[in-house]
Structure formats: structure tokens, C-alpha cells
């Protein structure tokens, strides 16, 4: 038996010392807004999950406290707290220096979803305070830090102790610093999503959440011994299914451990959602194209082999063959590669190999005993060929065959610029705001399309009636990039014009109904749009103050509007109720111009969440849509 590696303080090995992760944020958390500090929990738990990959660790704890601070509980080995060749205690390395950690080799974790060493450092140096308990060799071990600065004295050079323990585990307590985050009021939902997609990934784990905020703590455990077949019918447990029983596989290759679980349902878009060692990868990957690749030659394999498709015929595209596939694919690998610290794409070429090898193998093994399941995942890609074939028909004659182009489309004010990285496209709300909206702009970068009323649900539609919506045609022609993969497979974000699309609509009911159907609709047929950061809301005013002397202000919501009457007792108040309301200079000022305006990137941090909420919100059921709007009356902003 081969004999096990002590996990202590010449474990930590040190890359370099700690940068000043306060000035640059959004290089290692993604953002300052709700999805970077989530981000931080997200960090904790991982390192937590780490030790439960070592087989170490077998529930990990996480509390929302009262005061705005969370709290992760692990029962692993505990952070080592050892001298360091480095002259301090191992603990206070993790915590201080960048790049310090046990996950530079693969003596202490094989597979580990924190590689770089910066995760616990950053949430320290992000945070008001960092408080941390380690009970290990017997006794609990205590430091502390405020603002990244360690504040507890050592006693003989190493951490003092609080008493004696015979358990093991890490306590971390932390509290957001609010002159980094916009907002510190942790997202409960989107946490719980999160441990919930963490269990389903590691069946032997338990994890407990509560949220201690509320008057009666919200309490939930996540175990899911199913693990991600659990996981895929959790997703489509309010779909209609082709298949009943998830097809289910793992294998190995070269190191790397492959599962899946697929399952068809009778809609017309795919769900595949891909991990690496328990990450979520929202921008996918290289196991993801392996896994694509794979599926669709086996199916054509088989769609010939079965005479479905004859000689003369072409092969199933890919988005033929997923069109109503919700797929998890989960790897372990021992040496990720990802592009940047917030692990959304994975970047290893070895992955792709590893998971079309086990694809090829497992799933034909699968199909070859399963003949009835193959052809009902063959029959969905005969329909979506079918569709796509007329869809194509229609998208020729819409799209293609117009007589003008682009430029002159009727509606579209187009910029001069045909630089894509500096253009933006504003998608305005009305008539009368798009014509001050064409007079007010830079016409050097900023193209308007105002759109009349409120554009199709595409959450109920068919997509002939979604392909023969007037302002959705538009749409498409003047971004340039196609329509979802999905139809058509003509989706390409290297084509698109604009490098942020502004939705621009009024502060009111009906503005924000028609921000929400501009989402759905890039949501669902061209999420890489949300994904990688191109959509916008603009923030327009709400009031303009007028003071009796000195400069007017331009308030953008009641909270400023609040802080104003505190500072100033004699002004008059303007109201704007709409945009079309604001003259050309006063929309430039507020709206357009880039030294000024506000905006709102539109982040999807949880695909999972994301993709029922928008369902059960756009979707024709009404008794779940009342239930969620009770339930999150307490987190929306009024606007009386």
C-alpha cells in the first residue's frame, strides 16, 4: 500500500507575494457587483470541496449571518498551521500571499478546482474582516485579519490557541468590504443554487445552508447520492421527456475522469451544461467541444446504420442532434488550465481527447443495449433537421434576400464607424425617444434602433412566429452575428457589429417589461451575447434637482434622491417619466455619452437558475410566477 503524504506546513509552496488585489478587483472575482461577491463564497466553499476530493472532508457548513457576513464550516484536515520555510505560520501564507497553497502538485490533492493559490487570499483582501478557526493536532488555532492585515500577535512566531478539539475542519467568517462591492447583501438564491449544482457533482457530500437574515432561518441540506443523474432530472423536471431514464456514462482517459448524463425533453433548444473539478465552465470549453464532437459522429454512425439517413443524404448538424438535449458533463482533471481566475472556459487540449475517447466508447456501449432510447434521440434530430431545413427556407427570404441592406433598414440609425470594438447599438424604446436618441447621439460609434411597442415572448412562441416578428428580424440583421445555434447552427459571435448592445427603455412598469422580453430573447437564442458581456441596460434618470444656486443633478434613483434632500433645502424637483421627455442635449448628458451615463452589465452567474427562472417568469403557467414574486417581494426596489 502505497504510503500516505502528511499534508502539513512544507506542504504550502509560495509562487509570489501578495498584489494589491483592492485597486484591480475584477481580475480575480469577475466583478464588484452581486456576482463577485457571491464570488467569494464560491472561493471558500471550493477549497472546501478540494479537501472532500482528497477524501478528507465529507460536509461543509455555509450560514448567511445576520450581520452580512457568511460563514463555510469544513470537517477536512484543517489549513495547515506549521512553521513555513518562508518564516510564518502556513495559515497566515494562504491568507496573505497570492499564489500560496497545497494544489501546485499532486501530492496533497489529485484534482482541485483552486490551482492558482488565490482564492482564499482575495476573499481575505476583499473583505472588512476575515476571521478563521482551524482545529487540527488537538487543538484550535485562531487568526485574524482586517482588510488582508493580520491583527492577532503570534505567540512564539506560530498562531495562538483557543482550547483543545479532538475534530478537524477550517471555520471561516467573513464580512464583505462595502468600498469594494456596489452591494453586500449576499443573493441566497443564486448560494443555494450554487451548493445545490456542488452536491449533485459530488454525491458523498453533504452540504448545509442557512440563512440566519431572516426572522425564521432559512434551512436547507443539499446530499444527492444520484449524483449528476440526479442533477439532469432536476433540470428537466417540469419538461415533457423523450426519454424517461437519463443516459448515463463514465470511463477514464489518460488521467482524466469522464461522466455524463443526457436526457432529451420536447423543446427546440439544448441545455449542456459543462464542469471541471466541480467548477461551472459557463463559457464551456475544450471538454465540451470533445463531447459535442463525440455525440454527433456516433449519431450520424448509427442514423446511417439504421437506414434514417440514406446515402444521398447529409449527416445531422450538431444542433441537430442536441436540439432538446439537456446535458452535464463532468470531468476530473489533474491539471486544468482555464482562461482567467473566475474558471469560466476550460482551455486544456488533452480534455477534449480525453472525454471524445470515453464518449465513443461508453456511449456506443450505451446505445448498442438501449436500441429503443437511440431512436428517440435519432427521431428529435430527424425533426430538428426537418424544421431547420424549413427554417433556413424562411431565413433565406427574411434575411437574406432583402433589398437594401443593413444600412438603410428602415428603422436602424447606423454609426459611421465599422470598427466593431468601439461601436454600440442602443435598442430604444418608442418613437419619439429614438428620434431625440438619433439627434443626441456620437453618429461616429453609436447606432439607435427605436423599437414600437413590446416584441414577442419568445418564451411561448414557435420559432416561425419568433423568425416573423418584425423587430426581432431587425434585430438580427443589424447585429450581424445570426440567430442560435440551435437554428440553423449560423450563430457566430466573431460576426457581431456592436460591442455593447444598450437596452435603453423607460424607468417605469412597461420599460422594464421590455427590457425583460430584449433578455428572453437574447437569452434564448443568443446567450453568448449575455455571456460574454455585451449586453447593457441603461440607467436613465428619474429626476432632475434644480437648486435655487448651484448645479443641477441629475438623480438616478430614490436612494440619491434621498441623500440630496439631506444636503440641499431649497430646489425644485423635475420628474421624468419617460425618455421621451428629455431633449437632445439632457438624453446625451444622462443616457448616451460614455463620461457619464450608467450602465448595467447583464450577468448570468447560474445557467441552472437562469434557465428556470426565465421559464417559470416568460413561461404560461401563473401559480409558480405569483408564488416567486411573494417570495422575493422583500429583495425588489420600489418605485413609487
Given at each position: 500500500m502505497a504510503k500516505k503524504k502528511t499534508y502539513d506546513a512544507a506542504s504550502i509552496s509560495v509562487l509570489e507575494g501578495l498584489e494589491a488585489v483592492r485597486k484591480r478587483p475584477g481580475m480575480y472575482i469577475g466583478s464588484v457587483s452581486r456576482k463577485g461577491l457571491n464570488h467569494l463564497v464560491y472561493e471558500i466553499v471550493d477549497n472546501a470541496v478540494d479537501e472532500h476530493l482528497a477524501g478528507e472532508c465529507d460536509q461543509i457548513r455555509v450560514y448567511l449571518e445576520k450581520d452580512g457576513s457568511a460563514t463555510v464550516i469544513d470537517n477536512g484536515r484543517g489549513i495547515p498551521v506549521g512553521m513555513h520555510e518562508k518564516g510564518m505560520p502556513a495559515e497566515r501564507l494562504v491568507f496573505t500571499t497570492l499564489h500560496a497553497g497545497g494544489k501546485f502538485d499532486n501530492s496533497n490533492y489529485k484534482t482541485s478546482g483552486g490551482l492558482h493559490g488565490v482564492g482564499s487570499s482575495v476573499v481575505n483582501a476583499l473583505s472588512t474582516y476575515l476571521d478563521v478557526k482551524i482545529s487540527r493536532e488537538g487543538y484550535i488555532h485562531h487568526d485574524r485579519f482586517e482588510r488582508g492585515v493580520p491583527t492577532i500577535d503570534l505567540v512564539n512566531g506560530l498562531l495562538p490557541t483557543l482550547g483543545k478539539t479532538k475534530e478537524t475542519g477550517t471555520s471561516i467568517n467573513f464580512l464583505p468590504d462595502p468600498e469594494i462591492f456596489e452591494k453586500t447583501y449576499f443573493s441566497a438564491d443564486e448560494i443555494k443554487s450554487r451548493l445545490h449544482e456542488t452536491a449533485y457533482l459530488n454525491p458523498v457530500l453533504t452540504i448545509i445552508f442557512e440563512d440566519r437574515r431572516q426572522a425564521e432561518p432559512d434551512h436547507e441540506e443539499f446530499h444527492e447520492p444520484d449524483g449528476i443523474l440526479g442533477f439532469v432530472k432536476d433540470l428537466n423536471k417540469n419538461k415533457e421527456l423523450i426519454n424517461e431514464e437519463p443516459v448515463y456514462f463514465k470511463g477514464e482517459s489518460d488521467g482524466i475522469t469522464v461522466e455524463c448524463a443526457i436526457q432529451y425533453v420536447n423543446e427546440?433548444?439544448?441545455?449542456?451544461?459543462?464542469?471541471?473539478?466541480?467548477?461551472?465552465?459557463?463559457?464551456?470549453?475544450?471538454?465540451?467541444?470533445?463531447?459535442?464532437?463525440?455525440?454527433?459522429?456516433?449519431?450520424?454512425?448509427?442514423?446511417?446504420?439504421?437506414?434514417?439517413?440514406?446515402?444521398?443524404d447529409v449527416n445531422f448538424t450538431g444542433a441537430d442532434i442536441r436540439n432538446g438535449m439537456t446535458a452535464v458533463v463532468s470531468i476530473k482533471h489533474p491539471a486544468p488550465r482555464f482562461e482567467g481566475q473566475t474558471k469560466t472556459k476550460l482551455d486544456n487540449q488533452d480534455a477534449s481527447k480525453a472525454v471524445a475517447k470515453v464518449v465513443s466508447d461508453e456511449a456506443v456501449l450505451y446505445?448498442?443495449?438501449?436500441?429503443?432510447?437511440?431512436?428517440?434521440?435519432?427521431?428529435?434530430?430527424?425533426?430538428?433537421?426537418?424544421?431547420?431545413?424549413?427554417?433556413?427556407?424562411?431565413?433565406?427570404?427574411?434575411?437574406?434576400?432583402?433589398?437594401?441592406?443593413?444600412?438603410?433598414?428602415?428603422?436602424?440609425?447606423?454609426?459611421?464607424?465599422?470598427?466593431?470594438?468601439?461601436?454600440?447599438?442602443?435598442?430604444?424604446?418608442?418613437?419619439?425617444?429614438?428620434?431625440?436618441?438619433?439627434?443626441a447621439r456620437n453618429r461616429n460609434y453609436q447606432a439607435i434602433m427605436p423599437i414600437r411597442g413590446k416584441i414577442l415572448n419568445v418564451e411561448k412562441a414557435s420559432i416561425d412566429k419568433v423568425l416573423a416578428n418584425a423587430e426581432i428580424k431587425t434585430m438580427i440583421n443589424a447585429f450581424g452575428c445570426g440567430f442560435s445555434e440551435g437554428y440553423g447552427n449560423d450563430f457566430d459571435i466573431t460576426k457581431l457589429r456592436y460591442d455593447k448592445i444598450i437596452i435603453m427603455a423607460d424607468a417605469d412598469v412597461d420599460g422594464a417589461h421590455i427590457s425583460t422580453l430584449l433578455l428572453t430573447l437574447f437569452y434564448?437564442?443568443?446567450?453568448?451575447?449575455?455571456?460574454?458581456?455585451?449586453?447593457?441596460?441603461?440607467?436613465?434618470p428619474l429626476y432632475k434637482a434644480m437648486p435655487a444656486r448651484g448645479?443641477?443633478?441629475?438623480?438616478?434613483?430614490?436612494?440619491?434622491?434621498?441623500?440630496?434632500?439631506?444636503?440641499?433645502?431649497?430646489?425644485?424637483?423635475?420628474?421624468?417619466?419617460?425618455?421621451?421627455?428629455?431633449?437632445?442635449?439632457?438624453l446625451w448628458e444622462t443616457t448616451l455619452n460614455p463620461e457619464t451615463r450608467i450602465l448595467k452589465q447583464v450577468e448570468i452567474e447560474d445557467a441552472r437558475m437562469a434557465s428556470s427562472v426565465t421559464e417559470m417568469l416568460m413561461g404560461s403557467e401563473v401559480p409558480p410566477r405569483r408564488a416567486f414574486i411573494y417570495e422575493h417581494a422583500q429583495d425588489a426596489e420600489l418605485d413609487i
Open positions: 427546440f433548444h439544448e441545455n449542456v451544461l459543462g464542469f471541471c473539478n466541480n467548477i461551472y465552465n459557463a463559457e464551456g470549453g475544450t471538454h465540451l467541444t470533445g463531447f459535442k464532437t463525440a455525440f454527433t459522429g456516433i449519431m450520424n454512425t448509427y442514423a446511417r446504420e439504421l437506414g434514417i439517413l440514406k446515402e444521398k446505445f448498442d443495449r438501449n436500441l429503443e432510447v437511440l431512436k428517440q434521440v435519432l427521431s428529435c434530430a430527424e425533426r430538428a433537421a426537418k424544421i431547420r431545413k424549413t427554417e433556413e427556407k424562411a431565413k433565406t427570404n427574411m434575411l437574406t434576400k432583402q433589398k437594401y441592406s443593413f444600412d438603410s433598414n428602415g428603422k436602424l440609425a447606423n454609426c459611421e464607424s465599422r470598427k466593431p470594438e468601439l461601436c454600440e447599438i442602443f435598442i430604444v424604446e418608442g418613437d419619439s425617444a429614438g428620434g431625440s436618441a438619433k439627434m434564448r437564442f443568443m446567450p453568448e451575447l449575455i455571456f460574454e458581456g455585451h449586453v447593457y441596460i441603461a440607467m436613465p448645479k443641477e443633478e441629475y438623480l438616478y434613483d430614490d436612494k440619491a434622491l434621498e441623500k440630496y434632500r439631506k444636503t440641499h433645502k431649497n430646489f425644485t424637483l423635475q420628474r421624468y417619466k419617460g425618455l421621451g421627455e428629455m431633449d437632445a442635449e439632457q
